[in-house]
């Protein structure tokens, strides 16, 4: 059984991922993180180790990018940006 302990809610979540939590809100919305649903509240809860393992995945990809090219990330509105090949 999993432990409450293993979850965090929406703002440390974000922290830990170093978003805004309206961005958050929004992958988790479309999929892209799993969220959790408290069944006493209602709130979105996040594992900790599916944080991990997608801090782990956006970073072979800027890794992948960086490695067969230069690429500059540069924001377009506060909750998403875009990337050009320079």
């Known amino acids: ?23 958050l809100r929004k992958w988790a919305g479309r999929g892209e993180i799993p969220m959790h649903r ?18 782990k995945r956006v970073d072979v990809l800027v890794q992948r990018d960086l490695e067969s090219e230069l690429v500059v990330v540069i924001p377009f509105s506060r909750d998403s940006a875009v990337a050009h090949n320079v």
Request: charged share 20%.
């Open 1 to 23: 059984m999993t432990k409450l302990t293993e979850y965090v809610k929406t703002a440390e979540a974000a922290e830990i991922l170093g978003v805004a939590q309206n961005t």
């Open 38 to 55: 408290n069944p006493a509240n209602g709130h979105r809860l996040f594992k900790r180790t599916d944080l991990q393992q997608f801090l």
